[in-house]
């Protein structure tokens, strides 16, 4: 069954929010989700529950779940254009835009039933993806994340910290990445909930390692080789250990 959830409370209509020249037929259904509910239903295709956001949104936006991440629908606003992105809470799998509901519809259900990156553009070449999704998709993210960012340009001043860490065979199982300048490390490439280890430079010279959200963990360090010795102490501790740890000199 295919349902809209709407709970915003809001008294627009989509006649004030959608432009009629580009998006009638989205007029005349009751917005963008709604319109995707029908479509799929004149289909045959089981989308189940489409979502909106709050406000206007509830009439120009559309979310369709599936075990991959989530399939957000915008509209464009210049031209007719569905805007799709399908993303999870650390990847984006994949996105593209086109002028076709139907189209947009069958893409969907493709991506909730199973279709792999690689048919997605085959069928539908309006998609892209980058090569971190197909890594996710193929079971080796972590190795892959490691060698992109080692080859990137952007992250050369950070070489010899990222090349330390990655030639310990006690990391190589590690999930790195920058947030807020620093080197993150976790052990599950699929979530941002568990431990995460945060490496950066201070403006004296020294690194800070330290568990995100217990800064309590903070330590500085001198060397690449103390570094990688407490990142492996952190990532094996309990965050109770890591405090005691982290007031070892």
Known sequence: MNERHDDSGSTSSPEEVLDSNLYGDLIQ??????????????LGIQLGPIKTQHASGRYSTA????????????????????SINISNETLSWASGATDNLATVTRMA??????ISLRDLINFYPFMR??????????????????MQLLADPEYREARDLLTALHSQPELSGVFPYFSHKALRLTSDPYSRTGKVISVCETITGSLAVEIVGVPE???????????????ILYLNASQANAREISHLE
């Open 29 to 42: 259904a009751g917005g963008l989700a709604s319109a995707i509910a029908t479509t799929a239903s004149t």
């Open 63 to 82: 979310e369709i779940s599936s075990e991959r991440g989530n399939i957000l629908v915008l509209l464009g606003v210049e031209r007719r254009a569905f």
């Open 109 to 114: 259900h493709a991506w909730q039933v199973g």
């Open 129 to 146: 993806y980058d090569r971190i999704a197909e890594a996710h998709e193929q079971g080796n993210p972590v190795e892959f994340q490691w």
């Open 217 to 231: 963990t903070r330590k500085e360090v001198d060397s690449l080789h103390q570094m990688v010795e407490l990142v």
